[in-house]
Structure formats: structure tokens, C-alpha cells
């Protein structure tokens, strides 16, 4: 089935530890995204990209990384330089071009905690 | 910048009944498109119903519908014969159709909705 599938689930950082989400899509989407969601909050975007080995900014992207070296592929490092991490973190996915209408796709999810 | 916002943080219905969640937006632009998610607890983000800025009839989908009101800036969500899988957060999100906003989906806070049995 296609879908987007993020991992782990669970993720637990030590202090000045970088981390790394994984985001993987195989739905041929040429883009993807990635949100932050806090407790009571809706999303708001870390980070996007339409296209291989190139992205941008969203709203909230200090302390965060990506690359987009295969366009099934999105991982989103979390560095030390995030000194609030602990969020619910999502990935999409989406469509681009004369079908930009088109809703973007979530994967699971992964909770990432301060240990 | 676009702004979304949800004045209604938790909202409870009686199971078979019709509840309305509310959503207002700001946007200078004329070409947009607008979502609605459900998020149950598993946090899944689910696509409900969506609305084309340009077409002027209400969407709908089985037991969901909206009222969008372009001039008002409101983008209202009505769920009829409420069900206890109805039970989530519900995100209103708006994402514009031109430029490199059109990436962007930008969330209200979320409306938390209990269905009473």
C-alpha cells in the first residue's frame, strides 16, 4: 500500500545529542514536509521541499536540518541547537502542479522526548 | 502573512446529534484552498473535506459538509448524526494557490470534540 512511513515512534534525546527523523513516501509525491505539533497546538512547518536536493524554511526551522537526496526521502535532524525539542514532530507529502490542489498526506508521526 | 484561527478549544455533542466547529482565516489573496483534518488519538492526521476558494458551493462528504462564506473569511465545519468515531481534534488549515505560499499549510489551533453516547 502506498503511504508515508516515519520512524521511530518513539525518540529520546540526550542534551547536545543530534538527532535524526526518518520520513520515507512512496506514493511518487514530489513534495515533502515536515511540522512540529505541541500539546493543545496545531501544526506549525519546520521545514519543506519540491524537489530533490532542494528545500526551505518554514516557520520554525532554527535548530533543525534537512536533505532531500532521493525523492522518496526527507529526514529531519534535530540539533543541539534546538533547546525545546520535545514535541509530537509529523511528516506529509504532496502533489505538486496542475494538481496542487491536492491535500497533503501524513505519516504516523514520532514523540520525541529530553532525557 | 495567513493567519487561521479556532475560537472553540473543546466542543461536545450528543452521539446522533449535528455539531458545528468554527474557523475564520485571514488572507489578502483571492486563490486559496481550505482543509479540514480530524486527528483521533492514534494522531493520525486524517483529510476530512476540502474547499476551492473559486467555487462557491459548499463541499460535502457523507455526514460532513461546510459553510463557506469567502467575504466573511469563515470556513465552518458541520457534522451531522454524530458518531462516537467522530471523537478527535479537528484542524482547520488554509494553504494558499499561488507562489511559494502555496507549499505551506497554515493549522489553526484545533478544536477537541467529545461525542456524549
Known amino acids: 500500500d502506498g503511504g508515508i512511513t516515519q520512524s521511530p515512534k518513539y525518540l529520546f534525546r540526550k542534551e547536545g545529542q543530534n538527532v535524526t527523523l526518518s520520513c520515507e513516501q512512496n506514493?511518487?509525491?514530489?513534495?515533502m514536509y515536515w511540522y512540529r505539533q505541541d500539546p493543545g497546538q496545531g501544526l506549525r512547518l519546520i521545514y519543506y521541499?519540491?524537489?530533490?536536493?532542494?528545500?526551505q524554511k518554514g516557520d520554525i526551522a532554527e535548530g533543525y536540518s534537512v536533505s532531500r537526496e532521493k525523492k522518496e526521502s526527507f529526514p529531519l535532524t534535530v540539533t543541539s541547537a534546538q533547546k525545546n525539542p520535545t514535541a509530537f514532530y509529523l511528516c506529509?507529502?504532496?502533489?505538486?502542479?496542475?494538481?496542487?490542489?491536492?491535500?497533503?498526506?501524513f505519516g504516523d508521526g514520532t514523540r520525541l522526548s529530553i532525557l | 502573512a495567513q493567519t487561521v484561527t479556532q475560537s472553540q478549544p473543546e466542543m461536545s455533542v450528543q452521539e446522533a446529534e449535528t455539531v458545528t466547529l468554527s474557523c475564520t482565516y485571514d488572507?489578502?489573496?483571492?486563490?486559496?484552498?481550505l482543509f479540514w483534518y480530524k486527528q483521533p488519538p492514534s494522531r493520525q492526521m486524517i483529510l476530512v473535506i476540502r474547499?476551492?476558494?473559486?467555487?462557491?458551493q459548499n463541499a460535502t462528504e457523507n455526514r460532513f459538509s461546510v459553510n463557506f462564506q469567502k467575504a466573511a473569511k469563515s470556513f465552518s465545519l458541520k457534522i451531522s448524526d454524530s458518531q462516537l468515531g467522530d471523537a478527535a481534534m479537528y484542524f482547520c488549515?488554509?494553504?494558499?494557490?499561488?507562489?511559494?505560499?502555496?507549499?505551506?499549510?497554515?493549522f489553526g489551533q484545533g478544536t477537541r470534540l467529545t461525542i456524549n453516547p
Open positions: 506529509a507529502s504532496s502533489i505538486l502542479g496542475r494538481l496542487d490542489h491536492q491535500p497533503q498526506h
Open positions: 506514493l511518487n509525491h514530489d513534495a
Open positions: 521541499s519540491q524537489i530533490v536536493n532542494d528545500f
Open positions: 488572507t489578502s489573496e483571492s486563490d486559496y484552498y
Open positions: 474547499q476551492e476558494a473559486y467555487k462557491q
Open positions: 488549515a488554509y494553504r494558499s494557490a499561488e507562489g511559494q505560499g502555496a507549499q505551506k499549510l497554515v
